[in-house]
């Protein structure tokens, strides 16, 4: 069983670019989230896609957008980058949506960095 | 809003030592509360969790009950070893399931 993936590993852009961000989920799974986490911080939930559209949305502005495509893959966009938006980037899939009922397992993460 | 204080780190132990690491939660209605562990070098997984009051959630030796009368989710091990070494997360998804909050962590290193 294949776990769940992330591309890149390491990404380097400059500030108001745009980056993106993929995720497959591990098998079985249709549900992916994403987190935002900041050095020596804890991860910053993002938001939720279940069944290609968005589930549940944390404190972020609308730069930070996503897509779930119909194998439950899922993209991070992130538009206007700032210096904060620095951080790894953690993706999360789970059997359902259920963020109290349904364990979450986490990808490597995409560390980004923004010049 | 919801949100998760957690002990600071960083703690060192002795191999064999008891283990506590203190988390206090905030939230609307009733929360299911986590334990999350990331190993140097892995990701993040799930170590326990209780979804009501009361409830103890238990794994690898590490225990957490739910107390709703004091907001708290203190993990605990009675004995640690040197390969529990890693960063704690305490964590916490709010009743409808569509949000989660994650505590600041705490790393936990023990010698032998």
């Known amino acids: 069983e294949t776990g769940v993936t992330q591309s890149p590993t390491h990404l380097i852009k400059t500030r108001g670019q745009q980056v993106t961000l993929r995720c497959s989920s591990q098998s079985g799974h249709n549900t992916v989230s994403w987190y935002q986490q900041a050095l020596g911080q804890g991860p910053q939930f993002i938001f939720q896609y279940y069944r290609e559209e968005e589930n549940g949305r944390g404190n972020f502005p609308p730069r930070f957008s996503g897509l779930q495509f119909p194998n439950y893959s899922s993209e991070l966009n992130v538009n206007a980058l700032e210096l904060d938006d620095s951080a790894l980037y953690l993706c999360?899939?789970?059997?359902?949506?259920?963020?109290?009922?349904?364990?979450?397992?986490f990808g490597p993460g995409t560390r980004l960095t923004v010049l | 809003g919801n949100s998760v204080t957690q002990m600071e780190g960083p703690v060192t132990l002795s191999e064999e030592a008891f283990l506590t690491i203190n988390c206090t939660y905030t939230?609307?209605?009733?929360?299911?509360l986590f334990w999350y562990v990331q190993y140097p070098g892995e990701g993040l997984q799930l170590l326990l969790k209780a979804t009501k009051a009361d409830d103890k959630g238990s794994n690898k030796g590490f225990e957490a009950t739910y107390r709703k009368e004091t907001t708290s989710f203190h993990l605990e091990k009675g004995s640690v070893q040197v390969s529990d070494s890693a960063v704690y997360f305490c964590a916490l998804s709010d009743p409808d399931g569509n949000q989660f909050y994650f505590g600041t962590g705490t790393s936990l290193t023990v010698i032998p």
């Open positions: 939230a609307t209605g009733y929360p299911s």
């Open positions: 999360a899939s789970s059997r359902g949506p259920g963020l109290a009922r349904d364990t979450q397992y």
